[in-house]
């Protein structure tokens, strides 16, 4: 808090200059005797609310801080330090160590008054203070004196919280604290809650390691403890989605989320609610206007709304938005102040504005200085130009509305984003520009438009843009490049890959050697299509060609697609563990430029999330996936939707939430619909077919595979490598069904046919899938050691690359046939090294830790019947483990939480709850639960 110019010189010396409480009680002679007042208030710690979230990880640290004299908890308003005191007092009290609260006041002040207040505070820590008569007439001096001498001479440890300390202004009151701090008997500490950064010799505390300091970044809350606090604390019924949006707008922000809270209480549509949860929400500005801004002088108000329109701040750029010279001198003093300001560099000299502290700011610009907007942000855009940084100047140009300064600095930079993948930036500033008409003299920025709005929204919004370019007719080659470069694009992102074929190798030969970034964006695209029609030593050719002209054009985004292609053949030729390293690489170009997320690397990452997801880094998977699905709803890329959702659902699947799996296959199915895509809804149809066939519902799959038989698509598909039906395709799924509902004769043959195939068109990974089938039909067949043999050589192959989901997703029938391969490791090893275990150990690895085999249906003859599972649930039907699990599943602990009480590892958890689904026709973690329940196996 700030009461006085915080760039001004304190009006007298800082305590810890002065000499401590010696001089300043000195200074303080002569002074008002202490008066009684109101006191028991100030002494009673605030009431914990029965919303409190623990705060483990911050009370713990300063709970082991034993050897620091000070704890400082320092962060802006509403950022949870009184809650974090709390909760540390309420530790010291269970561990029986004395410890004092004293809420402090503006008119603590006053030295005598808080003489006062500080005595009574500690009287019943340090019983010697109780012969102080406050009446007797002793000066605050002597009283100081004799105070700090009392506590220094105490021989037992306690803890002291003061809170609200950024009232204390008064160099006097600082300098007392500051000497009593020093002179603290052993063991003995003073806990402070600030906003701002007191003078109280903190240097000298942090230099003897005696100052353990409590940031805003320790106190905001994490995306984890966002969850707790609202759907476990408030009791919010919220989706994952909104948790995170919800961490993102607020920043952690303790108070901003109780308000959002209290509003969500009472909307039936929360999403919508949180979508527009901001700095200009009322609620936030009130809470922002009362507890914040009108604490400020008028120079700091006038700093703060000017300099909002900045997104980052430093001293050169705000002088020149605010016409002043001592910005440097007013950002020291905000930042010492915790006026919400995040510093974005180590030495403090750039900083950023809390986001929504920072629309609040703009909100009450543009209420009570709306004649000044457009210059402030003009004044900026001609600083950040003299600056060479084209990307705000333009931000602040088009902010301003000053067309004259915009359309040369967009002439200037377009292009060179558009090559480091900047679509959505590019979108948000052009899309108005174009609405307004003020792009149709400016044709090649409507062509950076046209690809920026393909990357960014997918090509049925960009189709009537390149329309409305060819319209025009122009007849510059750079921009006619740009144009054609665009048709097989367009062509390949709405799955007509046939007629992208045909056009894409003449255009490259016809595209003029000046066009660069076009060559190499066609070189990646024909890369593409050669792969998915398995010409793949001619895709790592086109990959090369474009690679080589990354020096020239320097284009993160087409590096980003290059390098992607080439993870997708490594991927097709089960060159796992190299995927998974290029695919890194790919997904995180661009990020040297501090650009965010582009489509260039979310195409990357979502094939990172499927080789993450093979190699059984589920967590990692869902990470990406949750970040890249968004965006790729929007774009509508057939492969990227399909691989996206299906792997989504899967790693939800996994976790026993079996509604949200079944919700994600849904919403693929009806994405195909709306945007005319039959594969994409083939797909979501194909995967609930393999789901139901794993589960032994097979009535209910054959249903389900005759909704997705259209042949002529198939037919396409067969033979082409398309990324998400590379494995997936409907004669696999119409094979695992024949082989679970008592077919596995009639599809032998044909299965080997195709494992031959696979392997002489070096497509790996489907050899792999295909394999496991025909290991399983085989053995349904009783061909036994043909089986084994076939097993095998699956397994030495995954073993080496990390392959470990396929033998998951196939379900309890291959983990069976893994544990009878375990029992015959000569079958397994006889191809293998000498002294190469490494099959036997990834077997290991795939298998229950407890040793249980996994169930086994027998398989139903032609007549379909009932799975074994769909039988009334017993005690004999779940081991004692699968038992044990659902017991604490009941008891709503997570996987990872069952995982720990059990001593086993997260995966083996997932495998029994797959079980236990089976075994119980259940189709997700609750349902099952009700089954156990209703069997009495559980209570």
């Not at 480091?420 to 930036?425: A, P």
């Not at 965006?631 to 659902?649: E, F, K, N, T, Y």
Request: proline letters at 6%; hydrophobic letters at 45%.
């Amino acid at each position: 808090m700030m009461s006085r110019h915080p760039a001004d010189p304190p009006r007298h010396p800082p305590a810890d200059e002065a000499g401590g409480a010696h001089v300043a009680a000195r200074a303080a002679a002569g002074a008002a005797q202490p008066r009684p007042f109101p006191i028991a208030g100030k002494l009673r710690p605030p009431l914990a609310t029965p919303f409190e979230l623990q705060r483990t990880e911050v009370c713990e640290k300063i709970f082991n801080a034993g050897a620091a004299r000070l704890v400082l908890l320092r962060a802006p308003a509403g950022f949870g330090k009184t809650t974090v005191m709390l909760q540390v007092r309420r530790r010291f009290e269970e561990t029986g160590l004395p410890q004092a609260w004293l809420t402090l006041d503006r008119a603590d002040n006053d030295v005598g008054r808080f003489l006062a207040a500080l005595i009574a505070a500690l009287e019943p820590l340090v019983p010697a203070l109780r012969k102080f008569d406050l009446a007797a007439g002793q000066g605050p001096d002597e009283l100081a004196f004799a105070l700090i001498d009392t506590v220094a001479a105490h021989p037992a440890p306690f803890a002291l919280f003061l809170d609200d300390f950024e009232v204390l202004q008064g160099p006097v009151v600082l300098g007392l604290v500051q000497e009593l701090i020093e002179q603290l008997p052993r063991g003995a500490q003073i806990i402070i809650g600030s906003r701002g950064a007191p003078e109280i010799g903190l240097g000298r505390l942090r230099a003897r390691g005696r100052l353990l300091e409590v940031e805003p970044a320790q106190l905001r809350f994490s995306e984890q403890e966002v969850d707790g606090f609202l759907r476990e604390r408030r009791g919010l019924p919220l989706a994952p989605e909104d948790i995170r949006r919800l961490h993102r707008s607020t920043e952690g922000w303790v108070a901003a989320l109780w308000l959002a809270s209290v509003t969500l209480e009472h909307r039936d549509e929360p999403g919508r609610f949180i979508a527009g949860f901001s700095g200009s929400n009322a609620a936030v500005m009130d809470y922002l206007m009362e507890d914040v801004l009108s604490r400020q002088s008028e120079d700091v108000r006038g700093f703060l709304l000017r300099t909002s329109v900045l997104a980052q701040l430093n001293a050169p750029a705000c002088n020149a938005v605010c016409g002043r010279s001592d910005s440097a001198a007013m950002l020291r003093a905000l930042d010492q102040a915790h006026l919400f300001l995040i510093p974005l560099q180590s030495d403090h000299a750039e900083f950023r504005y809390h986001g929504m502290f920072a629309e609040f700011l703009r909100a009450q610009l543009a209420r009570q200085h709306p004649g000044e907007v457009a210059g402030l942000h003009r004044a900026a855009a001609r600083w950040y130009m003299d600056s060479g940084r084209p990307v705000p100047a333009v931000e602040h140009a088009l902010a301003a509305g000053d067309m004259a300064l915009a359309f040369p600095l967009l002439d200037g930079c377009a292009q060179a984003l558009l090559e480091q993948g900047r679509v959505r930036l590019l979108s948000r500033w052009l899309d108005p520009l174009l609405e307004s008409g003020e792009l149709d003299s400016h044709p090649m920025l409507q062509a950076v438009h046209a690809w920026a709005v393909c990357l960014a929204r997918g090509p049925r919004a960009a189709a009537p843009l390149l329309e409305r370019l060819e319209r025009h007719g122009h007849d510059d080659p750079q921009l006619r490049a740009h144009q054609l470069a665009m048709k097989p694009l367009l062509m390949v992102l709405t799955d007509r890959t046939d007629d992208a074929m045909a056009l894409t190798e003449p255009l490259l030969e016809a595209l003029p050697s000046s066009a660069a970034f076009v060559r190499g964006f066609l070189e990646v695209v024909l890369a593409n299509l050669a792969m998915i029609a398995g010409r793949y030593h001619e895709a790592l050719r086109l990959v090369d060609a474009a690679r080589s002209r990354q020096p020239e054009h320097a284009s993160s985004f087409n590096f980003a697609l290059s390098e992607a292609a080439e993870g997708a053949v490594d991927l097709t030729q089960g060159r796992l563990r190299r995927a998974i390293a290029r695919l890194r690489l790919a997904a995180s170009a661009g990020a040297l430029e501090g650009s965010r997320t582009t489509n260039g690397n979310a195409m990357a990452g979502v094939l990172l999330a499927e080789a993450l997801y093979e190699a059984d880094q589920c967590q990692q998977a869902e990470r990406l996936l949750a970040v890249y699905i968004p965006l790729i709803r929007r774009v509508g890329i057939p492969d990227q939707l399909i691989i996206s959702h299906i792997l989504m659902a899967r790693i939800a699947s996994d976790q026993g939430e079996g509604d949200r799996a079944h919700q994600l296959l849904t919403e693929l199915e009806h994405i195909g619909h709306r945007e005319g895509l039959p594969r994409v809804v083939a797909s979501a149809r194909l995967e609930r077919v393999r789901v139901l066939v794993v589960e032994g519902r097979l009535a209910r799959a054959r249903t389900e595979l005759e909704r997705c038989s259209d042949r002529a698509m198939w037919q396409r598909v067969s033979r082409l490598s398309l990324r998400a039906n590379e494995v997936e395709t409907w004669d696999v799924a119409a094979a695992r069904w024949s082989i679970a509902s008592g077919h596995a004769k009639d599809v032998i043959d044909s299965l080997r046919q195709e494992l031959d195939a696979s392997e002489r068109a070096q497509r790996e990974r489907r050899a792999l899938t295909i394999r496991l089938l025909l290991a399983q039909a085989l053995h349904r067949d009783d061909q036994r050691n043909k089986a084994m043999r076939v097993l095998a050589k699956a397994v030495r192959i995954a073993a080496v690359e990390g392959y470990v989901r396929l033998f998951l997703d196939e379900g309890p029938m291959v983990l069976a046939l893994l544990r009878e391969l375990r029992a015959v490791p000569t079958v397994l090893l006889e191809d293998a090294a000498a002294g190469d275990d490494a099959p036997l150990a990834f077997i290991d690895r795939l298998l229950p830790a407890d040793g249980t085999p996994p169930p086994v249906a027998e398989a139903a003859p032609p007549a379909a019947r009932l799975p074994q599972a769909a039988a009334a649930p017993g005690s004999e039907l779940l081991t004692r483990k699968e038992i044990q699990v659902m017991r604490l599943a009941a008891e709503g602990l997570s996987n990872d939480q069952i995982a720990e009480r059990l001593f086993v590892a997260e995966t083996t958890v997932r495998t029994h709850l797959r079980n236990i689904n089976v075994k119980l026709d259940a189709r997700n973690r609750m349902e099952a639960i009700a089954l156990a329940r209703r069997a009495g196996l559980i209570a």
